[in-house]
């Protein structure tokens, strides 16, 4: 296996320090009130769809230290055929991947599915969330930021 040197074509924080610190602000509001476990599985899940590295490496590591188990790491991105996962987690990554492949939209039957699971501050919550990871795999893929750079 050979592999490609990927050079960071910039550091996003001291390039716009303003809109990094915006950004970073708008993730500690997504935040507020969501279960710890769960944000990790979804800001992982999002970032898998996306493909970006670093923000993968970031949130596995995230969630490791949260306790969360190999195997519920390893099974994310097959979710739907996986046991592991709880109703309400199912529900919140189904809504990731809506939001995440906003081409396809978000159907009625995966936003009802998380209203049945969310009370409406937090539904607010996990969707902001999911808007939020996704801003940050777009900077991350863009600029090309990898893992093990911070």
Avoid at 56 to 72: F, K, L, N, P, V
Avoid at 80 to 108: C, F, K, M, N, Q
């Amino acid at each position: 296996m050979t592999n490609i040197a990927v050079s960071p074509r910039m550091d996003f924080s001291d390039v716009a320090p303003r809109v990094f610190k915006a950004v970073l602000s708008l993730d500690a509001a997504a935040r507020e009130g969501l279960d710890p476990a769960l944000l990790e599985l979804v800001q992982i899940r999002a970032s898998q769809i996306n493909r970006c590295a670093y923000c993968i490496d970031y949130h596995t590591g995230d969630a490791r230290r949260a306790g969360e188990s190999e195997a519920r790491i390893y099974q994310l991105s097959a979710w739907e055929e996986s046991s592991l996962y709880t109703a309400e987690e199912r529900a919140a990554l189904a809504l990731t991947e809506a939001i995440t492949l906003l081409p396809h939209g978000v159907s009625d039957a995966v936003y009802d599915e998380a209203a049945r699971h969310f009370d409406d501050k937090e539904l607010a919550q996990l969707i902001a969330l999911i808007f939020t990871v996704n801003v940050w795999n777009r900077m991350n893929v863009t600029t090309r930021k990898t893992p093990g750079t911070e």
